[in-house]
T-cell receptor, first 118, second 113 residues
Framework: DVKVTQSSRYLVKRTGEKVFLECVQD?????MFWYRQDPGLGLRLIYF???????EKGDIPEGYSVSREKKERFSLILESASTNQTSMYLC?????????????????FGSGTQLSVL | LAKTTQPISMDSYEGQEVNITCSHN???????ITWYQQFPSQGPRFIIQ???TKVTNEVASLFIPADRKSSTLSLPRVSLSDTAVYYC??????????????FGSGTQLTVLP
């Protein structure tokens, strides 16, 4: 089974701190994604990466950056945390092709990191 | 990019069939439609994926009309454990392998005894 591991389940930080959220997947997937989830707003895409060192902005990239130095690891960085970044952060990965060689939209999610910024 | 719209919530009773519809008027030719299930404090889990017509697996069926501007997730004979949020997702091919995958706002399904 695919495993997507997020480094922390719960995190509490202070306003202005630099925050790193780490995500590791063990299935050699090319694509990785960071979403945040807030009550009533569903999942919103922050950034995604389709290859090592490649990144694309999602719908809400402001206040965030990402790093993908290795294929298995995708980091989300909050340069200066603010209270409106308190949220559940979900990492996901996806291969380019499924086992049959077709296009694959199947995402594998981690358990999430609940970040509180005080 | 295709935007998706779903009902905010639905209630059903155990043993009934539940149909949840997602609207995606701007779906592109290359886009697939995928549905996910999410329980509290967990990441979403893949349920089913389709491109057109009907797809069925051991968990659900997915109906997609010819114009592909909507899709309907069908859950047969729901049980209390099917209470969850259900998300519709449409992919957008940007370039090469880059696909932006955007979720709808989700439908909270509550199954009552």
């Amino acid at each position: 089974d695919v495993k997507v591991t997020q480094s922390s389940r719960y995190l509490v930080k202070r306003t202005g701190e630099k925050v790193f959220l780490e995500c590791v997947q063990d299935m050699d997937h090319e694509n990785m994604f960071w979403y945040r989830q807030d009550p009533g707003l569903g999942l919103r895409l922050i950034y995604f990466s389709y290859d090592v060192k490649m990144k694309e902005k999602g719908d809400i990239p402001e206040g965030y950056s990402v790093s993908r130095e290795k294929k298995e690891r995708f980091s989300l960085i909050l340069e200066s945390a603010s209270t409106n970044q308190t949220s559940m952060y979900l990492c996901a990965s996806r291969p380019n092709r499924d086992r049959e060689g077709g296009t694959n939209e199947k995402l594998f999610f981690g358990s999430g990191t609940q970040l509180s910024v005080l | 990019l295709a935007k998706t719209t779903q009902p905010i919530s639905m209630d059903s009773y155990e043993g009934q069939e539940v149909n949840i519809t997602c609207s995606h008027n701007n779906i592109a030719t290359n886009d697939y439609i995928t549905w996910y299930q999410q329980f509290p404090s967990q990441g979403p889990r893949f349920i089913i994926q389709g491109y057109k017509t009907k797809v069925t697996n051991e968990v659900a069926s997915l109906f997609i009309p010819a114009d592909r501007k909507s899709s309907t997730l069908s859950l047969p004979r729901v049980s209390l454990s099917d209470t969850a949020v259900y998300y519709c997702l449409v992919g957008a091919l940007l370039s090469g392998s880059a696909r932006q995958l955007t979720f709808g706002s989700g439908t909270q399904l509550t199954v009552l005894p």
